[in-house]
């Protein structure tokens, strides 16, 4: 059976942080973004153990080869969503260093 947190773990990560953005310093505020992104990169790192886990599980026979590829599927596009995200931080940093004050 597929795990829903499994699914889709940055918006998992969004509901519990979106009540606690309110009154918080800026420094606060950088700390909860750095604890966002660990928490979302631990999810993408869950969706690929959990695609070798049930990997490993089909060649014993204790799954379909349907659960297998749907996990696989899953842990393949987080990472290319995280790719995504990461490349347009990048970017964006680049457009900011370009800037002239």
Same mark, same amino acid.
């Given at each position: 059976m597929i795990n829903q947190t499994? +699914?889709?773990p940055v918006q998992a990560v969004r509901?519990?942080? *979106? *009540? !606690?953005?309110k009154d918080k310093t800026p420094a606060e505020m950088t @700390?909860?973004?750095?604890e966002f992104l660990q928490n979302a990169l631990d999810g993408v790192s869950a969706q690929e153990q959990n695609?070798?886990?049930?990997?490993? @599980? &089909? +060649?014993?026979? $204790?799954?379909?080869? *349907? /659960?297998?590829?749907? !996990?696989a599927e899953q !842990? $393949?596009?987080? +990472?290319q969503l995280t790719s995504q995200i990461r490349n347009k931080v990048v /970017? !964006? &940093?680049q457009d900011i260093m370009r800037m002239q004050l």
């Amino acid at each position: 059976m597929i795990n829903q947190t499994m +699914l889709n773990p940055v918006q998992a990560v969004r509901m519990t942080e *979106s *009540s !606690a953005v309110k009154d918080k310093t800026p420094a606060e505020m950088t @700390k909860s973004f750095g604890e966002f992104l660990q928490n979302a990169l631990d999810g993408v790192s869950a969706q690929e153990q959990n695609a070798h886990v049930m990997s490993d @599980k &089909y +060649l014993i026979g $204790q799954v379909d080869v *349907s /659960e297998v590829m749907i !996990a696989a599927e899953q !842990a $393949q596009l987080s +990472l290319q969503l995280t790719s995504q995200i990461r490349n347009k931080v990048v /970017e !964006a &940093y680049q457009d900011i260093m370009r800037m002239q004050l």
